[in-house]
């Protein structure tokens, strides 16, 4: 009796606890692996406050500050002050307190905050390998078997030829699954292999010396080039005796929750399109240029990429607006893309590098361009142009400059303006990919301009996917205190494994889809509305678009805490 009374109190002691700490941890947000030493630090404050003190963990008080003024961020509806921590370098263990309140928050400040989650970035990608066995040495408890060997896959109705007639059948191996369903769409890969290969060219230095533990960690090569590698490779099958691409190596519909190797549904090539040739032509002709170097260890590879883009970019010549249309025996992702001139600028100007081809001048003039995403690839075109200025001419880098500049000054501009200090306008179905491939552009813009305005913004949005958002949630698996455990992945949700497999970014909050989760209630604020839950397949969802651009900004500002400075 007596010990049942303790019991309940206990159990109660500990709800109060909870309750508490929980109230604590969302009034006060840091990111949760830690600030980066050398470099502007703000916490966002979301109680009515006039000011703050931070003590050390020996308990000395080494800064006292005013909040800023507050704001009001309308896509989470409500108002927030900033704590500006910037004066405090040095690296150690501290507490931030908010006066006249009883909220406080540990933070860390370390050298390289973002090292780890780089590489588990890249490493989410490997555990993603389509037909391929995860071995416990390189997978630990994610260990699994291998699914979809892709040997045998059927030409569907919607891609027969007279050479490659309905059921004909062909060996497509290899790749990352998507995202969280086991398909591979070449529109996503595009731009998804592209971002690693541009994580290669801005920083060699940073990415050459990560030992990611993959099977390929002793080859001779990068890691980051061998998980690249691994996709691109599958791409090259992806393509027809006439240079068409397919758009999808496909079920007819999703499978369930069940691992790989139990998902045994037939697969198809779907439809060969403009957008899927045209980004397959962009990232092989990007790919034969980088792989020049590596021309020892695989011999013939970059002159294959070469000859595949250049087919690709023929046949998009005589089939130029043949869109994707799903068709009504299909049900998996869509990717369909009505407007093409993006994939005609990106492409163009890889092609232009590659064979001396004209770059798309008309095209830079016209254009809008945005963040890239999946649909939105004109971004791409000039990042290559920019990043490989030797081969244009100074007027036509010039020209991209100034379109690529005006975009990345507007995506400051917002932030500084924001309560929260980043640039999203609109939380789109996978609003965090939108925040990293923002951070992404900035990390470019600074290496163009030499204006850390870009590397602290950057760095912001770091923040903000590891902590410093509305929901309170580190969006990466396996890294923070309070991160995103239920994700929409198969085999995250049907290994048995509490743990989520790691290194994967949530798609974040929006209200695109309202209903995934019929039984969970949702905030009517695009950043609030997130669930942590296996069902929320439009905000808990991951994908290789969306963890591309992680590894990007991950190693492009662990670079500048360590090798750079
Ligand atoms: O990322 C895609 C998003 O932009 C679309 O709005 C959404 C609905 O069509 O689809 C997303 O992509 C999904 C794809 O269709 C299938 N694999 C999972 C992708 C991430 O949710």
Known sequence: MKNNYLMNLLTLAVLFIGVFCQAQTESVLIPQTGYLAGMGKVAVIRVPADSFWVTSAGNKVVLK????????????????????????????????????????????????????????????????????????????????????????????????????????????????????????????????????????????????????????????????????????????????????????????????????????????????????????????????????PFSKELPGLADSCKKAAVKAWEWCRLNPAILYTQPKDV???????????????????????????????????????????????????????????GQLSAETIDRCNNRFMQYADKLIAIANNAAYPVSLDFFAWGSNSDVANQGLLKMVAYEVSGDKKFLQSAINDMNYLTGVNPTGYCYITGFGEKSSMNIHHRPSGADGIVDPVPGFLAGGPNTVVMTDCPDVKRSKFPALSYVDELCSYSTNEIAINWNTPLVFLAGAVSYAGTLRY
């Open 331 to 389: 049900g998996t992702g869509a990717y369909g893309d009505n407007n093409i001139s993006d994939e005609w600028f990106w492409a163009g100007v890889e092609m232009s590098l590659l064979t001396n081809s004209a770059f798309p001048d008309s095209l830079l003039e016209k254009l809008e361009f945005k963040t890239p995403t999946w649909n939105n690839v004109g971004q791409l075109g000039l990042i290559t142009a920019l990043t490989n200025k």
């Open 65 to 292: 500050g005013k909040l800023s003024e507050n704001k009001e961020w309308s896509f989470s509806g409500e108002k927030v002050q900033l704590a500006d921590l910037s004066v405090i370098s040095a690296v150690g263990d501290y507490t931030l307190s908010i006066r006249g309140t009883n909220q406080s928050r540990v933070f860390g400040i370390y050298q390289d905050p973002y090292g780890l989650l780089a590489n588990a970035a890249v490493k989410a990608l490997y555990y993603n390998r389509c037909s391929y066995p995860i071995l416990p040495e390189f997978g630990g408890k994610w260990a699994r078997k291998a699914g979809h060997p892709d040997t045998k896959v059927y030409v569907h109705a919607s891609a027969a030829t007279e050479a490659r007639p309905e059921g004909f059948e062909l060996s497509s191996p290899g790749g990352w699954y998507d995202a969280g369903d086991y398909n591979k769409y070449i529109v996503n890969s595009g731009i998804s292999t592209y971002t690693m290969m541009l994580a290669w060219d801005m920083y060699p230095e940073y990415w050459k010396s990560r030992n990611l533990n993959i099977p390929e960690s002793c080859n001779g090569l990068p890691d980051l080039v061998d998980e690249m590698l691994y996709n691109l490779r599958w791409m090259l099958t992806m393509q027809d005796t006439d240079g068409g691409v397919y758009h999808k190596c496909s079920t007819l519909q999703f499978e369930g929750f069940v691992m790989p190797d139990e998902a045994k549904n037939k697969r198809f090539v779907i439809q060969k399109n403009t957008a899927a040739s045209l980004d397959f032509a962009a990232t092989m002709a990007h790919a034969a240029r980088l792989l020049q």
